[in-house]
Nanobody
Framework: QVQLVESGGGLVQPGGSLSLSCAAS????????MSWWRQAPGKERELVAS????????NYADSVKGRFTISRDNAKNTAYLVMNNLKPEDTAVYYC?????????WGQGTQVTVSS
């Protein structure tokens, strides 16, 4: 059974940091591109960051470039998103996605709230 389980969300003040984790099981993690998406209330889901299956390349939305870092550990079947200098506009539910040519899997999401 495929599972993607996000953790690490919470409430943080502006300028603070959070680290999200996405633990994967039920598929060959090292062959999938991993991505983090987010969805704020009343807005469409947007792509935040992606990393290739071997971790050699990553890309970011302009809104988070320089503040967020995506990484993965294929030995632990886990993807990460480190978020620094958080802003109120980063408030959203953050979702982990695994994707290859044939399949796309989603996690259940974790809430990130940036507020003073």
């Amino acid at each position: 059974q495929v599972q993607l389980v996000e953790s690490g969300g919470g409430l943080v003040q502006p300028g603070g940091s959070l680290s999200l984790s996405c633990a994967a099981s039920g598929f060959i993690f090292s062959t999938y591109t991993m991505s983090w998406w987010r969805q704020a209330p009343g807005k469409e889901r947007e792509l935040v960051a992606s990393i290739t299956s071997d971790g050699s390349s990553s890309n970011y939305a302009d809104s988070v470039k320089g503040r967020f870092t995506i990484s993965r550990d294929n030995a632990k079947n886990t993807a990460y998103l480190v978020m620094n200098n958080l802003k109120p506009e980063d408030t959203a539910v953050y979702y982990c996605q695994a994707r290859n040519l044939l399949d796309t899997y989603w996690g259940q999401g974790t809430q990130v709230t940036v507020s003073s």
